[in-house]
């Protein structure tokens, strides 16, 4: 994700800067995003599509979460099913699981609370750092200029750099990756990234595995004049799980609909959510 700086900054040209160089400036600013997002709630929309040893699609099925604060935290509330509003029985039991969170978190200590906090914190670190590796991971080539939905960009290759370690954890997982980015000229937001696997790619404890040739792609836009959020990202790969069952697969998840919310940390009560939420 990338994000917005002072204006007047946006607007100063980038003459004569390389790929290296555009990439790593905005990778930088990515950081202002990066605090401001978690000022907005949102819906996410999941899909997987199941395909059959000859491409076939075998099942289909999606999900729609509310992606809201519940005691100072996001909490992804259950709201529709396959594109259709969730039956009663399964709305009852989307509400058991809200309630039954609700209550948790009500009854939490301060110490708990603290502890929850500094774990999701920690993982939000990690994440960012794991983005800042991407300007040394790489070899940045410009591969030209575009237009993307009338904003002017940069369109630069990603080859992994030889020799390249990672200090953060994961990190080394950039190597196994080639990609293309798409960044806006005009305030250096990654509107666009797509990417794929060059190697065999583990993930826990090497019970799942992707091979070569994955493909992954991830869109941004931009929110109330002041931040990028993630629109769209795709992953259409084919995968060992548990080292036997292969999994054909395209996953697809989109972000719509970002609000701005007051911050505020105490608990959101059931009643609240029939209201109109404090949103600017």
């Given at each position: ?7 007047c900054?946006?607007a ?23 605090e ?47 594109d ?20 948790k ?84 937001q ?20 992707l ?47 970002y ?22």
């Amino acid at each position: 994700m990338k994000y917005f700086v002072l204006a007047c900054l946006f607007a100063t040209p980038l003459l004569g800067e390389d790929a290296a160089s555009i990439v790593r400036r905005s990778v930088e600013r990515d950081r202002v995003n990066f605090e401001r997002a978690r000022d907005y709630t949102f819906l996410e929309r999941t899909a997987v599509r199941e395909y059959d040893g000859r491409g076939r699609l075998k099942k289909s099925a999606s999900e729609t979460f509310d992606v809201l604060m519940l005691g100072g935290r996001p909490y992804k509330r259950l709201t529709a099913k396959d594109d259709r509003p969730l039956t009663p029985a399964e709305a009852a039991k989307a509400e058991a699981t809200f309630e039954k969170e609700m209550r948790k978190r009500q009854t939490e200590t301060e110490k708990q609370r603290a502890a929850q906090a500094a774990k999701e914190e920690k993982q939000r670190r990690e994440a960012r750092a794991f983005l800042t590796e991407i300007p040394q991971a790489f070899e940045f080539r410009m591969a030209g200029e575009e237009e993307v939905d009338g904003l002017p960009v940069w369109v630069i290759d990603a080859e992994p750099r030889a020799g390249f370690k990672s200090k953060v954890k994961r990190g080394n997982l950039l190597s196994k990756f080639r990609g293309r980015i798409w960044i806006a000229q005009g305030d250096l937001q990654w509107v666009r990234v797509e990417a794929e696997t060059i190697d065999t790619v583990s993930f826990g404890l090497f019970l799942a595995r992707l091979g070569p040739g994955a493909r992954l792609s991830f869109e941004q836009r931009r929110v109330n004049d002041e931040v990028w959020l993630p629109s769209r990202a795709t992953t259409r790969l084919d995968a060992r799980v548990a080292l036997l069952r292969r999994f054909n697969a395209e996953v697809d998840v989109e972000w719509k609909q970002y609000r701005k919310f007051q911050t505020d940390s105490r608990v959101v009560e059931a009643s609240e959510l029939t209201a109109e939420p404090e949103f600017q």
